[in-house]
């Protein structure tokens, strides 16, 4: 349960995602855009570069991986209910990325 720890940020964003989508909050979206785009950024680095996956692969407790999809899976469906399709296409972005560099590194 020390993984934990490492997931909070993810919780946190999908407490911040669910409000801004449907309290719509004006401040939250856009820290939701930004956030997007930061993790869309970051999971295209990990996608080109392999170095940057050996950075990104260094956590000492590693949550199980399907905890990552259920949280991934839980943002695209908040953001598809919401009608925020542009967002959600991100999160999938995001979601298949880390699913494919996770598969590719367990199988080096």
Not at 53 to 60: A, D, F, G
Request: hydrophobic share 60%; charged share 10%.
């Amino acid at each position: 349960m020390q993984w934990l720890k490492n997931i909070i940020v993810d919780l946190l964003a999908v407490i911040v995602i669910a409000i801004a989508v449907f309290y719509e909050d004006t401040t939250l979206t856009y820290i939701v855009y930004a956030y997007t785009v930061l993790m869309c950024i970051a999971r295209l680095a990990s996608l080109l570069n392999r170095n940057f996956q050996k950075i990104t692969q260094r956590k000492v407790t590693e949550a199980p991986i399907w905890i990552y999809h259920l949280i991934y899976f839980i943002n695209v469906l908040i953001l598809g209910i919401g009608m925020w399709f542009i967002t959600a296409a991100g999160w999938v972005f995001i979601w298949g990325v880390a699913a494919y560099v996770h598969k590719r590194q367990s199988t080096l």
